[in-house]
C-alpha cells in the first residue's frame, strides 16, 4: 500500500476519517474485486498528488463490513470522500482519474 494511504477498519473508522481535519477519500474494495485493482493506482496517484488537502484511505469490505453497510456500499469500487465527519461525495465503479478528481475535488479544503 502507498505510504498516502493509510488502511482503516471497522474500529479505526471514526477516530481515522470522521474525525480527521482534513478531507478523507476511502476507497472502498475487495481483494477479488478486479476493477478495485483498475482503480487503486488512480487513488493511489490522488493521494500523492493532493497530499496536502486530502487524506486518503482503503477499507476492506470483506473484513469490514460494518462501515460498508452502515454508508450503504453495495458495488465495488466505491470512492467517498468524508468532510467534518459527513459524507461529501461518491463515486461508484471504475472510473478515470479526470471523471473522479471533476466529482471530489470540489470537496478538499482550500
Known amino acids: 500500500m502507498s505510504e498516502n494511504i493509510t488502511e482503516v477498519t471497522d474500529s479505526d473508522f471514526d477516530s481515522e476519517v470522521l474525525r480527521s481535519d482534513r478531507p478523507v477519500l476511502v476507497d472502498f474494495w475487495a481483494e477479488w474485486c478486479v476493477p478495485c485493482h483498475m482503480v487503486s493506482p488512480v487513488v493511489e496517484e490522488i493521494a500523492r498528488e493532493h497530499s496536502d488537502r486530502l ?3 482503503k477499507l ?9 453497510r452502515q454508508y450503504g456500499v453495495m458495488s465495488i469500487p ?3 470522500v468524508f468532510k467534518d465527519g459527513q459524507e461529501k461525495a461518491r463515486v ?3 472510473r478515470g482519474k479526470e471523471a473522479i ?10
Open 55 to 57: 487524506k486518503a484511505a
Open 101 to 110: 478528481l471533476r466529482e471530489i475535488e470540489p470537496h478538499f479544503a482550500a
Open 92 to 94: 461508484i465503479g471504475a
Open 60 to 68: 476492506n469490505v470483506d473484513d469490514n463490513p460494518d462501515t460498508a
Open 78 to 80: 466505491t470512492l467517498i
